[in-house]
């Protein structure tokens, strides 16, 4: 058994179980999307047809997810991957036709107000979204009715609690760690504006664990995957679940639904 089987799990990711996971190790750039999208998505109410922004799709795996899985239009919206990049990313998975890649950041969305049924963000919105008056400029492109989901990083207490970032967080992402918040720290971010109503928020069952699953698979497999990786694999395997986590919230917008 090697960390590369690890990533085959239909257990408990039956959807993400039937994806290359070399596919996927090919396109990195944070902990296993697929597990955290599939996961999310329980969430949610995605329905065929439905015109999906993926804020934060990176090299595009939870959008090629998106399109195939659940028969949605999806619009991949990132700042680090060039567009075209991303689209050929789409092309080669067949979803060509259902993805649409755009190169944009986060605050300057080049989209009408109220064109999206749903908008999800994988391992991102910590990124750009922790900022008070974010969810109400995000909340203006769902439609009445519409979604909202997202799975970020998180600790299993507030940091402003505890005083403290724990050590083995901070020598490894440092100050960034001040982003990653409760589940509960989400709902009342969101709810207080009165522009959603939160349907869910929770930390995904173990999620540190799933996190070092993936960081291991990356370090014997990815190229430059030891030096990349090895500081996540100390972080996790210290922590052992007592702080690290991911929250998954999930919200609808007022209005029709």
């Given at each position: 058994?090697?960390?590369?089987?690890?990533?085959?799990?239909?257990d408990?990711?039956?959807?993400?179980?039937?994806?290359?996971?070399?596919?996927?190790?090919?396109?990195?750039?944070?902990?296993?999307?697929?597990?955290?999208?599939?996961?999310?998505?329980?969430?949610l109410?995605?329905?065929?047809?439905?015109?999906?922004?993926?804020?934060?799709?990176?090299?595009?795996?939870?959008?090629?997810?998106?399109?195939?899985?659940?028969?949605?239009?999806?619009?991949?919206?990132?700042?680090?991957?060039?567009?075209?990049?991303?689209?050929?990313?789409?092309?080669?998975?067949?979803?060509?036709?259902?993805?649409?890649?755009?190169?944009?950041?986060?605050?300057?969305?080049?989209?009408?107000?109220e064109?999206?049924?749903?908008?999800?963000?994988?391992?991102?919105?910590?990124?750009?979204?922790?900022?008070?008056?974010?969810?109400?400029?995000?909340?203006?492109?769902?439609?009445?009715?519409?979604?909202?989901?997202m799975?970020?990083?998180?600790?299993?207490?507030?940091?402003?609690?505890?005083?403290?970032?724990?050590?083995?967080v901070?020598?490894?992402?440092?100050?960034?760690?001040?982003?990653?918040?409760?589940?509960?720290?989400?709902?009342?971010?969101?709810?207080?504006?009165?522009?959603?109503?939160?349907?869910?928020?929770?930390?995904?069952?173990?999620?540190?664990?799933?996190?070092?699953?993936?960081?291991?698979?990356?370090?014997?497999?990815?190229?430059?995957?030891?030096?990349?990786?090895?500081?996540?694999?100390d972080?996790?395997?210290?922590d052992?679940?007592?702080?690290?986590?991911?929250?998954?919230?999930?919200?609808?917008?007022?209005g029709?639904?």
């Amino acid at each position: 058994m090697t960390a590369f089987d690890d990533l085959v799990r239909p257990d408990r990711y039956p959807r993400s179980s039937r994806y290359d996971p070399a596919w996927l190790l090919g396109l990195d750039m944070g902990p296993h999307p697929l597990w955290l999208l599939e996961n999310l998505a329980e969430d949610l109410d995605l329905r065929p047809g439905m015109r999906v922004l993926d804020l934060g799709s990176g090299k595009g795996a939870t959008s090629v997810f998106l399109a195939r899985e659940y028969g949605v239009q999806v619009v991949a919206a990132d700042w680090w991957i060039g567009a075209d990049e991303a689209a050929a990313v789409f092309a080669a998975a067949g979803v060509g036709d259902r993805v649409e890649a755009v190169h944009t950041e986060a605050h300057v969305l080049p989209f009408d107000q109220e064109s999206f049924d749903a908008v999800v963000s994988i391992d991102a919105f910590e990124y750009f979204g922790t900022a008070d008056g974010y969810l109400p400029y995000l909340a203006g492109f769902l439609r009445p009715g519409g979604q909202l989901g997202m799975a970020t990083p998180a600790m299993t207490r507030e940091v402003r609690e505890s005083g403290v970032i724990p050590r083995h967080v901070k020598d490894v992402v440092g100050w960034e760690a001040i982003a990653w918040h409760t589940a509960e720290w989400w709902r009342f971010q969101w709810e207080i504006t009165e522009l959603v109503t939160v349907t869910s928020a929770r930390l995904q069952p173990d999620a540190w664990w799933d996190w070092l699953l993936w960081a291991r698979a990356c370090a014997e497999f990815r190229p430059d995957g030891r030096a990349a990786h090895q500081p996540v694999i100390d972080m996790l395997t210290t922590d052992g679940g007592e702080f690290l986590s991911f929250a998954l919230v999930t919200a609808r917008k007022g209005g029709a639904g």
